[in-house]
């Protein structure tokens, strides 16, 4: 027995009894909380973890590995009417290929995971991305051989690029593009695997977390081959890489490349100790290196990254000096600070272990010395007069780990940009063809953890901007259209609207007869528009993003006073004060009420980077 909680708390059965299963949970009878529940856990009961409602596909986490995702698996979804197989994400991944070619328009598949969904869903979400190449090349191939079946008549062009993909014509010029067309897929595939290694991390729910927004574009040619492809990347928690919650971890290619240099007898090459964890991989979990140095499952895992380095094209240069760039970070996180005062009084700082700082500038080919200027004083410009002051031991510590965040922020994006470049293909489109595009967005869903910072504010935000175009398209726009239609209906004579030409009337789409003829006003659905909450956040110059901005540049700004300048000036019901003492502040999502913790402000919503960097 299974309790399940929603919302309005325990589920209770419908109170309509025997409703029959439904794929489409739009189809249902009775259309409320307690029976979209009631068909999810028949659904779930029996392995079939997907559910369609309208467009629009559910996925419940099945928590164990299903086998629902092999090739043969996918066959049966390609060209496949929807309703002729159970809901799956291939069928729509098919759908994407198959609107993307007939319609000759762009197509965009959103993917949001909320984060207490767990590993499998992580996996599925995955499996999604990996298969939407192949789910769009067996496609085609299927198509092709329904036109060699004399089934489906088609230009000759389609012919030829259907050909194309498949591999099977004569050996000339066309085979090398075809070898590079299916080197583009192998590495299309592969760019998946890499960017979580940088960008997913463990969390207390979930051991395969997405630290980070992906968009992944895939670009075709108008018959329906793909030539090339580009990612974009977002909201990095970049936090992450210098402190942890209790029982989650850092990135995961921290851990993958410690073991797998352990193996490769190179951890003395790239200057990381071997008796004591650096300080940013310290936490209850592992409490020694031996604790990831031994680790099977990392040891394979740095060798799976290394091969799709190699597969996408890096050189083992770039590889080398990547890893020189961890290395680097693990050792800035090991530099430590003590205060002295100096003879005029004033607190500054100096390092006091030397040699992470000497293993962290050879690493990064800087000088030393270079480095710890940086860390221990700060450029003060006045009239024209440039002034160097140090640092306390607390500001150092704060520049420290400012320099480790965007160590690790600019390497991922250079990675990215690496990969985009990589992925650039070797001949253009024809110039008749401008291409199709199928966009991938990959964010992780709203958060609201126990403690909640800078990083879960931001990532909601982005979920509040999807909500609300979510709601533009289904709700806003679709009511403006159905009333423009019905008040010009209601214009025309009574006979024409009642009599057998109606179903004809160019005027009025398949939707909107729909709605008339089943006697449903569409113009009086409500719905709660967030448009009013995305102002108080994005609004120059009062909303909350521009006052944290201004008082993030204020030198003396505190977490108490960025507090108290929200309170004063945010003039909003979505924005609340709890009455406990603690530095928080709380926002009314959407999804639900969120707890803003402003724990250490200097690394949580500002970065004090040295000026050399």
Request: aromatic fraction near 10%; glycine fraction near 4%; charge should be negative.
């Amino acid at each position: 027995f299974e309790r399940i909680h929603t919302k309005k708390g325990n589920y209770n059965r419908s109170p309509v009894a025997n409703q029959e299963d439904v794929d489409d949970l739009a189809m249902l009878e009775v259309l409320d909380e307690n029976t979209v529940t009631e068909q999810l856990q028949k659904s779930y009961a029996k392995d079939q973890i997907y559910a369609y409602v309208g467009d629009i596909l559910i996925a419940i986490n099945p928590f164990r590995n299903l086998d629902l995702y092999s090739t043969k698996h996918s066959k049966l979804y390609i060209r496949a009417k929807r309703t002729a197989n159970p809901p799956h994400i291939f069928a729509v991944a098919d759908i994407a290929y198959q609107s993307m070619v007939t319609y000759n328009s762009d197509q965009v598949t959103a993917l949001v995971c909320e984060a207490k969904f767990g590993t499998s869903l992580d996996c599925v979400r995955k499996i999604i991305i990996m298969n939407s190449v192949l789910i769009f090349t067996f496609s085609a191939l299927s198509f092709l051989e329904k036109v060699e079946q004399g089934r489906h008549k088609v230009p000759i062009f389609w012919f030829s690029s259907l050909r194309f993909l498949e591999g099977d014509h004569p050996k000339d010029s066309a085979h090398g593009e075809m070898a590079n067309n299916r080197t583009l897929q192998e590495k299309i595939l592969q760019v998946n695997n890499l960017v979580e290694a940088f960008g997913n991390a463990g969390t207390i729910i979930n051991d395969n977390s997405s630290r980070f927004g992906k968009y992944l574009e895939m670009k075709f040619t108008s018959s329906g081959t793909v030539v090339s492809a580009q990612i974009s990347e977002y909201l990095l928690e970049k936090s992450r890489v210098i402190h942890q919650a209790v029982g989650e971890k850092n990135f995961h290619i921290f851990y993958y490349i410690y073991a797998g240099l352990a193996e490769k007898k190179k951890l003395a090459h790239y200057k990381l100790p071997e008796n004591k964890p650096p300080r940013y991989l310290q936490n209850e979990l592992l409490r020694t290196v031996q604790d990831f140095m031994n680790n099977s499952f990392y040891k394979s895992q740095f060798e799976l990254i290394e091969q799709c380095f190699k597969v996408i094209g890096f050189t083992m240069e770039e590889l080398g000096s990547v890893y020189s760039i961890l290395a680097a970070i693990l050792n800035v996180g090991n530099i430590e600070f003590s205060s002295v005062v100096t003879e005029h009084m004033i607190d500054k700082s100096i390092i006091s272990n030397p040699t992470p700082l000497e293993n962290s500038a050879s690493l990064l080919c800087i000088q030393a010395d270079e480095l710890q200027e940086a860390l221990t004083s700060h450029c003060v410009v006045a009239r024209g007069e440039t002034i160097i002051r140090p640092n306390t031991m607390e500001k150092a510590t704060d520049v420290r780990d400012a320099t480790a965040k965007a160590l690790y922020g600019r390497l991922f994006s250079w990675i990215v940009n690496r990969i985009n470049v990589l992925l650039k293909p070797d001949t253009c489109l024809n110039g008749s063809d401008e291409g199709l595009n199928i966009g991938i967005l990959d964010i992780f869903g709203f958060e609201n953890f126990k403690k909640n910072s800078f990083e879960q504010l931001c990532i909601n935000i982005a979920n509040e901007q999807i909500q609300f175009y979510f709601n533009q398209h289904v709700f806003a726009w679709e009511q403006v259209r159905i009333g423009i239609r019905v008040n010009v209906l209601q214009m025309l004579p009574e006979m024409l609207v009642l009599g057998a030409a109606r179903d004809h009337l160019e005027i009025c789409s398949g939707t909107e007869n729909e709605y008339l003829y089943e006697g449903v006003d569409a113009r009086v659905i409500e719905y709660e528009d967030n448009r009013p909450l995305l102002d108080m956040f994005l609004q120059k110059p009062m909303g909350l993003l521009s006052l944290l901005d201004e008082e993030s540049r204020f030198p003396r700004a505190t977490d108490q006073t960025l507090v108290e300048k929200f309170e004063d000036n945010l003039k909003s019901k979505y924005f609340w004060r709890p009455k406990r003492v603690d530095l928080t502040f709380g926002i009314y999502h959407y999804a639900g009420k969120l707890d803003i913790f402003v724990l250490c402000n200097s690394y949580s919503f500002r970065e004090m980077l040295p000026c050399v960097l």
